[in-house]
Nanobody
Framework: QVQLVESGGGLVQPGGSLRLSCTGS????????IGWFRQAPGKGREGVSC????????YYTDSVKGRFTVSSDNAEDAVNLQMNNLVPEDTGVYYC??????????????????????WGPGTQVTVSS
């Protein structure tokens, strides 16, 4: 079973940047659909981005398009979420999770957290002046 851990959260001012990493426990993450989700206080978990590295496909929710980018290292044992031009609405606990590939689109998968069976413990991102 894939075990994931997030890192890289912190406190940043509006307009700043953070880079989150999602590391797998010795597995190549390229085969899986990797999702980045966030949960703001008092709100449900929202799909931010879902990618399938082996085919080079990605999806971003509208509110982060043009600001967030997912990448991986050469060994595909980490998936990174580069977050630029952060706004207070980006505040929340960020999670990465893995799901088996399916015929559904990445957008569809990103909207259904029940498809993801491996979740990291999360990392806090706070955007505040």
């Amino acid at each position: 079973q894939v075990q994931l851990v997030e890192s890289g959260g912190g406190l940043v001012q509006p307009g700043g940047s953070l880079r989150l990493s999602c590391t797998g426990s010795g597995f190549s993450l390229g085969y899986y659909v990797i999702g980045w989700f966030r949960q703001a206080p008092g709100k449900g978990r929202e799909g931010v981005s879902c990618v399938r590295l082996v085919v080079g496909s990605s999806y971003y929710t509208d509110s982060v398009k043009g600001r967030f980018t997912v990448s991986s290292d050469n060994a595909e044992d980490a998936v990174n979420l580069q977050m630029n031009n952060l706004v207070p609405e980006d505040t929340g606990v960020y999670y990465c999770a893995a799901a088996a590939p399916s015929t559904s689109t990445l957008e569809t998968m990103c909207r259904d957290t029940s498809l993801f069976y491996s979740w990291g413990p999360g990392t806090q991102v706070t955007v505040s002046s």
